[in-house]
């Protein structure tokens, strides 16, 4: 441990950059769920579930990096009967986004559970630190 | 500051070329006064840093507060360390000037 920089130091980086993610991942989950009944957006077409892509340098300890927001282009939009609904088609189907609130619930208990655990991690090294000093005395 | 000089050498952990060690004799110093400058210098650093995020984020310059707590942890971590490397370099020498001479 050096003087000037503590060790864990590197360690709070990467924690930090943990929560940033899962905070971030959070508020995708968010809007997901907000607008899970929204039926057009400016291209005309239903709202598309966003997911976050995060990445790393793989040989270097230097935390998660958000790379970037995607829409979810695979899962289908849902099918709805409304025929009163103004985007109603002629049938009187209305499609709706692919937001599915179960699977939005389960992955918002990840985040924050996985958020957690970046704090956790980020408790523990400030606990170590104070450990290894405790040798000083 | 002087006062101090003679004990430079029993701060082991003091990350230091060996070749500065042996030219710094009794007397001669600067050494570990300039190494404790730069450390406090650096904690000092990082404490304006915990300052400067805090009051950024109460004024409501930014939004985000894991910058804060980044630099908070940051700051107490190595205050903590400098606190205690402190206590021991005044205990080495308390421990000295009680020496019988």
Sequence with gaps: MSLGRVNSIGSVDIAISGLRAESRRMDIIANNIANAQTSRTETGQPYRRKELVVSTDDDLLAGVRIEDVVSDKDSPFRHVLMPGHPDADDQGYVEMPNVSLPREMIDMVTASRAYQANAAILKRYQRNVDVTLELLR | ?101
């Design chain 2, 1 to 101: 500051m002087a006062a101090i000089n003679p004990i430079s050498g029993g701060v082991g952990h003091v990350p230091r070329p060996t070749a500065d060690l042996q030219k710094s004799g009794p007397g001669e110093g600067g050494n570990f006064s300039k190494t404790l400058m730069d450390v406090v210098n650096g904690v000092d650093d990082k404490q304006q840093a915990s300052h400067t995020a805090m009051q950024d984020l109460l004024t409501g310059k930014t939004q985000d507060v894991l910058p804060v707590v980044m630099a908070v942890a940051k700051a107490d971590m190595s205050f903590k360390l400098l606190i205690g490397v402190r206590n021991k370099v005044i205990e080495a020498y308390k421990q000295t000037m009680n020496m019988q001479v």
